[in-house]
């Protein structure tokens, strides 16, 4: 299992403990990642969001204009690949985040307002069988 929570690699350079997650990696049964450090970004980072270009191709844009797509698309594949090592059927992912959210992201307006849809990573994974979980989700 891969999950996303414990350490201080958001944006701001903040965590989103959770003590029911931190277990799980103590007991072994769970590796903490973070697909946007894997990606090559910085700890703290401008924030960034997912946001359409004409041809509805998705890019992940900072909030300083700067397309950080490679970054995150490069992450993804490096969690992937960690996953496929472990054998992990299961990841818990941050939620709204442009790379781990599941099931909403921020809409790419910097506005605070969340859509339907799933970050790069969170994506990826669940298009190569792993269960993705968020930390609300998650059972």
């Known amino acids: 299992m891969l999950v996303l929570l414990e350490y201080k690699c958001r944006y701001d350079g903040k965590d989103n403990r959770n003590e029911k997650i931190i277990q799980l990696v103590k007991e072994g049964k769970a590796i903490p990642v973070c697909p946007e450090v894997f990606g090559g970004l910085p700890i703290p980072r401008v924030p ?13 844009i900072n909030k300083e204009g700067v397309d950080c797509t490679e970054n995150f698309k490069e992450g993804a594949k490096k ?14 992912l941050k939620s709204k985040s442009p ?22 990573a969170a994506k990826l994974l669940t298009e190569n069988g792993i269960k993705v979980y968020n ?3 998650y059972k």
Not at 52 to 60: G, S, T
Not at 80 to 89: N, S
Not at 105 to 119: H, N, W
């Open 48 to 60: 960034c969001e997912i946001v359409l270009d004409d041809e509805k191709n998705i890019k992940v």
């Open 79 to 92: 969690t992937l690949a960690i996953a496929e090592i472990l054998g992990a059927d299961v990841a818990i």
């Open 99 to 120: 790379s781990c959210g599941c099931g909403k992201i921020y809409d790419g307006t910097f506005s605070g307002k969340l859509v339907e849809g799933d970050g790069v």
């Open 135 to 137: 930390e609300d989700n």
